[in-house]
């Protein structure tokens, strides 16, 4: 089992920045890729960003060039830097890991941009 805590949501206005942090406990040998996602009401939960145990980033091409995407491994932490935010970036965003034989999620934490 893998335990996933999301923190650093809040309100935030357009053009400004935020930094999601994820913390992992449990099995985190068996964590291959860690994965952040984010879900508005009424639609679909979407891809943001992921990273492989390696490194590797990837990302949906509404952040590009705006999201960053880190891991600690030390610390066993991931993190999602948010910058040049917009109003449609409004979501709750989730922390996913994606494991040998289950992927698993935290609870979710709020981001509003706003003026």
């Known amino acids: 089992q893998v335990h996933l805590v999301e923190s650093g949501g809040g309100l935030v206005q357009p053009g400004g920045s935020l930094r999601l942090s994820c913390a992992a406990s449990?099995?985190?040998?068996?964590?291959?890729?860690m994965v952040w996602s984010r879900q508005v009401p009424a639609r679909q939960r979407e891809f943001v960003a992921s990273i492989t145990a390696g490194g590797s980033p990837n990302y949906a091409d509404s952040v590009k060039g705006r999201f960053s995407i880190s891991r600690d491994n030390d610390k066993n932490t991931m993190y999602l830097q948010m910058n040049s935010l917009k109003p449609e970036d409004t979501a709750v965003y989730y922390c996913?890991?994606?494991?040998?034989?289950?992927?698993?999620w935290g609870q979710g934490t709020q981001v509003t941009v706003s003026s």
């Open positions: 449990g099995s985190i040998s068996s964590i291959h890729a």
């Open positions: 996913g890991a994606v494991g040998l034989a289950s992927n698993y």
